[in-house]
């Protein structure tokens, strides 16, 4: 076997580890999603070493998906951080020995504090199983390391484990993206999702025209606008909006008489509007539908408050 090879087995082994934990899925499962849906505090989660890392991103996972969760290692509780834990919270317990010592000196504290555990391991017959009030089940027929020592299908099958928990908690509760996105405002889902129009819309200098206004001054004030297109406002309102592409197929279809033309003759009656707090994501879905470059934002009374261009859009 090549370097390739070996990469490529350790992948099979892996994915093998993980789809066999379909076979191990039982009530259990079930039990502990009750458990964190039931919880009235807070999910903490806690390991050690390998099974410590795995937790910290088990706990960031599901804190970033609507359940309040941070990651522990048990060998500070000793120190002082038993006071984060409270009645009401949920504690989920990593180790995939089930016999970890560190941890397992950690448990008679929650059990005392009368706090459900649910426990992760690979070994149903563990003591961390034994005291957990349900147990899930990750055990692997092997590491994919070649010695078949370090943690490797172990690690990976323990995290799917908690992306799980994860997904099968956001179904529960229904959470949408709206929802995630206010647990991630930097990221570019957050963006699109919490950003309004009012947010990115162009308001210095904008192109307004007159409908009676002859295309050829129109030109002018378009080509100001450096937007591609102009907004005619009658009595304070928004009437009309002409493109470059307008402007274009008019020359085309009156030549010569084309200055003689004015706004109205060209103009789209009915533009797309939107309302100032229309987020993002709403305004690139209604420009992909109509397959548009601009939107205007409006009042109540369809006064023009500002445009958002395509590219405003791409946060």
């Known amino acids: 076997m090549n370097t390739r090879d070996y990469a490529i087995q350790c992948i099979k082994d892996e994915a093998q580890a993980v789809l066999g934990l379909i076979g191990q899925m039982d009530d259990n499962f079930d039990r502990a999603v009750e458990l964190i849906l039931s919880c009235k505090g807070k999910v903490i989660v806690t390991g050690v070493g390998k099974s410590g890392h795995i937790g910290a991103k088990i706990a ?35 180790s995939y020995s089930g016999q970890t010592d560190e941890l397992l000196r950690f448990i008679p ?41 370090a943690p490797t299908s172990s690690t990976t099958a323990t995290l799917v484990m908690g ?97 003689d033309r004015t706004v109205s003759d060209i103009m789209t009656r009915q533009p797309k509007t939107v309302e100032p707090q229309t987020k993002i994501s709403e305004i690139q879905k209604l420009m992909n539908e109509h397959k548009i470059h601009n939107v205007l934002v409006v009042d109540g009374q369809n006064r023009l408050l500002g445009i958002v261009d395509r590219y405003a859009c791409v946060l």
């Open 109 to 149: 504290m929650v059990l005392h504090m009368q706090i459900p555990i649910i426990g992760i391991s690979g070994n149903p017959q563990s003591l961390l199983a034994k005291y957990s009030t349900c147990h899930l089940n990750v055990s692997v027929e092997k590491e994919a390391c070649p010695l078949n020592l």
């Open 163 to 259: 992306d799980a928990l994860a997904v099968a908690l956001m179904e529960r509760r229904h959470f949408r993206p709206q929802d995630f996105a206010q647990f991630h405002p930097g990221g570019e889902l957050g963006k699109r999702l919490l950003t309004t129009a009012q947010d990115v819309m162009l308001t210095d200098n904008l192109p307004l025209l007159t409908e009676d206004m002859h295309l050829g001054k129109a030109i002018i004030l378009v080509s100001k606008g450096k937007l591609g297109l102009g907004v005619a406002v009658t009595d304070g309102r928004v009437s009309g909006l002409i493109t470059d592409g307008d402007i274009r197929r008019a020359m085309e279809k009156w030549q010569a008489e084309f200055f």
């Open 60 to 94: 960031a996972t599901l804190s970033s998906t609507g359940t309040p969760s941070f990651f522990v290692n048990p060998l500070d509780v000793f120190h002082g951080d038993l006071g984060v834990m409270a009645a009401g919270d949920v504690v989920v317990a990593i």
